[in-house]
């Protein structure tokens, strides 16, 4: 059955909203906490770690619970709807903290985030699940995934963009007070873009799958090895992306300076935005013309080296002063990574046929489950990385209620420079040379899966 324009839509809508909420959280918690709040930057890279070792448990069992329902609205909208109101109150509460110093601040800050976490993956795992639900050819979950994490683009590209000026114009001037009515605005438009979702959005087949234990569940995924090397591959390219978007902020803030700093932030990640979602809607379809999968996913991971490479050259020979010149090198990352986002979900759906032939199990919900703890995981890993390194090279946080910002070191600001460059470039690297070893689900070999599993499921049916 071909999916509607209003299907289409409705799935883009809901990645959209879920989309903001994640990019304001994983965007600007360290900000938050650090920057206005004056937390040990080491310590929220510790907490968030903690957070990612508690989703390894909660996200596969809530994988196995997605698996396990069966409701006359479906396998996944309630899990959906019930995730989303849940995560929205939870991300008001993380931005509209009622402690601002002392023991009681880092407490809050360590039960809400973990909090968030497992409100989110709730509701994110049977979002994307259902791809693989409502379509059965490679060609549509394509096109699906490209609606999808296009418009999770968008979701990303509003919160980059807007957030910074949305927190300086409804807080009057002080910082928390902006955050915590920009949450509630993005809490809401959460909410309001999933009930479209569920009410568009509807199973067309029936599949079967199985529910294994947890132990059997991490079995199944190691059996799946072309799904394993996917979900490495998310680890690696979103870690980059997440050290970036932690770090820039305070790259245009205490390294590029001035009054204006958050209109060059704000037009950085305006062009940024706007590029990651021409390279999912525009770039991509077009090198898919002319190239494999493969090949395009190969061209993404060394433009973004690239696009890294010209910022650290701009850093060091002081042209990065000039927002206009940093914002080149910019659309090569945010373009790339556009690219890089749908084709490692396209990656991820092709693998659960995959699955399928070789162990003889449809595990779609298990499969996305570990996208979701990996993507999470990617984002943990990122801002410990992040903290750890503003603690490491002694950068100093700024509050809010101070009127002049911080004098960093120049040690200082030689780290970060470092930081939010030569990682990202060391781990892309490594994603590069992984896949080219380790993948081996080319487009020709998706589309025979395609036709053994229809084949087989036409002689069931007979």
Same mark, same amino acid.
């Given at each position: 059955?071909?999916?509607?324009?209003?299907q289409?839509?409705?799935?883009?809508?809901?990645?959209?909203?879920?989309?903001?909420?994640?990019?304001?959280?994983?965007?600007?918690?360290?900000?938050?906490?650090?920057d206005?709040?004056?937390?040990?930057?080491?310590?929220?890279?510790?907490?968030?770690m903690?957070?990612?070792?508690?989703?390894?448990?909660?996200?596969?069992?809530?994988?196995?619970?997605?698996?396990?329902?069966?409701?006359?609205?479906?396998?996944?909208?309630?899990?959906?709807?019930?995730?989303?109101?849940?995560?929205?109150?939870?991300?008001?509460?993380?931005?509209?903290t009622?402690?601002?110093t002392?023991?009681?601040?880092?407490?809050?800050?360590?039960?809400?985030?973990?909090l968030?976490?497992?409100t989110?993956?709730?509701?994110?795992?049977?979002?994307?699940?259902?791809?693989?639900?409502?379509?059965?050819?490679p060609k549509?979950?394509?096109n699906?995934?490209?609606v999808?994490?296009?418009?999770a683009?968008?979701?990303?590209?509003?919160?980059?963009?807007?957030?910074?000026? =949305?927190v300086?114009? %409804?807080?009057?001037?002080?910082? $928390? &007070?902006?955050?915590?009515?920009?949450?509630? *605005?993005? @809490? +809401? /438009?959460?909410?309001?873009?999933?009930?479209?979702?569920?009410?568009?959005?509807?199973?067309?087949?029936?599949?079967?799958?199985?529910?294994?234990?947890?132990?059997?569940?991490?079995?199944?995924?190691?059996?799946?090895?072309?799904?394993?090397?996917?979900?490495?591959g998310?680890?690696?390219?979103?870690?980059?992306?997440?050290?970036?978007?932690?770090?820039?902020?305070?790259?245009f803030?205490?390294?590029m300076?001035?009054?204006n700093?958050?209109?060059?932030?704000?037009?950085?990640?305006?062009?940024?935005?706007?590029?990651?979602?021409?390279?999912?809607?525009?770039?991509?379809?077009?090198?898919?013309?002319?190239?494999?999968?493969?090949?395009?996913?190969?061209?993404?991971?060394?433009?973004?080296?690239?696009?890294? =490479?010209?910022?650290? %050259?701009?850093?060091?020979?002081? $042209? &990065?002063?000039?927002?206009?010149?940093?914002? *080149?090198? @910019? +659309? /090569?990352?945010?373009?790339?990574?556009?690219m890089?986002?749908?084709?490692?979900?396209?990656?991820?759906?092709?693998?659960?046929?995959?699955?399928?032939?070789?162990?003889?199990?449809?595990?779609?919900?298990?499969?996305f489950?570990?996208?979701?703890?990996?993507?999470?995981?990617?984002?943990?890993?990122?801002?410990?990385?992040?903290?750890v390194?503003?603690?490491?090279?002694?950068?100093?946080?700024?509050?809010?209620?101070?009127?002049?910002?911080?004098?960093?070191?120049?040690?200082?600001?030689?780290?970060l420079?470092?930081?939010?460059?030569?990682?990202p470039?060391?781990?892309?690297?490594?994603?590069?040379?992984?896949?080219?070893?380790?993948?081996?689900?080319?487009?020709?070999?998706?589309?025979?899966?395609?036709?053994?599993?229809?084949?087989?499921?036409?002689?069931?049916?007979?």
């Amino acid at each position: 059955m071909q999916l509607s324009l209003k299907q289409k839509i409705a799935f883009g809508l809901g990645a959209i909203g879920k989309d903001m909420v994640y990019a304001l959280s994983s965007g600007f918690v360290l900000y938050y906490y650090q920057d206005l709040l004056g937390i040990d930057p080491a310590f929220v890279g510790v907490i968030l770690m903690v957070a990612r070792i508690f989703d390894a448990i909660n996200d596969p069992f809530m994988g196995i619970v997605v698996a396990k329902t069966k409701t006359k609205w479906g396998r996944f909208r309630p899990w959906l709807i019930t995730g989303t109101v849940l995560n929205a109150f939870v991300l008001y509460a993380l931005f509209a903290t009622p402690f601002t110093t002392g023991t009681a601040l880092l407490v809050y800050f360590a039960v809400i985030y973990i909090l968030w976490g497992m409100t989110y993956t709730i509701m994110d795992i049977p979002y994307w699940s259902m791809i693989p639900a409502i379509t059965d050819t490679p060609k549509d979950r394509e096109n699906l995934s490209v609606v999808g994490r296009t418009c999770a683009g968008v979701g990303s590209a509003i919160i980059q963009i807007g957030t910074l000026k =949305a927190v300086e114009a %409804l807080g009057s001037g002080k910082d $928390l &007070a902006g955050f915590k009515i920009v949450a509630l *605005i993005v @809490g +809401i /438009i959460f909410i309001v873009t999933e009930v479209i979702c569920c009410l568009a959005v509807k199973e067309t087949h029936l599949t079967q799958m199985e529910t294994p234990s947890i132990g059997e569940m991490f079995k199944g995924l190691f059996a799946n090895d072309q799904a394993l090397v996917v979900v490495i591959g998310i680890i690696l390219i979103n870690s980059a992306l997440y050290i970036t978007s932690n770090l820039i902020i305070l790259f245009f803030k205490y390294d590029m300076g001035g009054a204006n700093w958050v209109d060059n932030y704000t037009l950085f990640t305006t062009v940024g935005g706007g590029c990651q979602i021409l390279g999912m809607m525009v770039v991509y379809p077009l090198l898919r013309k002319k190239f494999s999968n493969t090949q395009v996913f190969r061209i993404s991971l060394t433009g973004a080296i690239i696009g890294y =490479a010209i910022i650290l %050259l701009l850093c060091f020979t002081g $042209l &990065a002063k000039s927002v206009y010149l940093v914002c *080149i090198p @910019g +659309i /090569i990352v945010f373009a790339c990574n556009g690219m890089l986002s749908v084709l490692t979900t396209v990656f991820l759906s092709h693998s659960v046929d995959y699955g399928e032939i070789k162990t003889g199990h449809r595990e779609e919900s298990v499969i996305f489950s570990m996208q979701t703890f990996v993507v999470k995981a990617a984002s943990g890993f990122a801002v410990f990385i992040s903290g750890v390194g503003m603690k490491l090279i002694g950068f100093v946080g700024n509050s809010d209620q101070t009127g002049d910002i911080v004098q960093q070191t120049e040690s200082a600001i030689v780290g970060l420079r470092l930081l939010m460059t030569i990682i990202p470039i060391v781990v892309l690297f490594a994603a590069f040379f992984f896949f080219k070893s380790k993948f081996k689900l080319t487009d020709q070999m998706a589309e025979e899966n395609s036709r053994i599993l229809l084949e087989k499921k036409a002689k069931e049916e007979k």
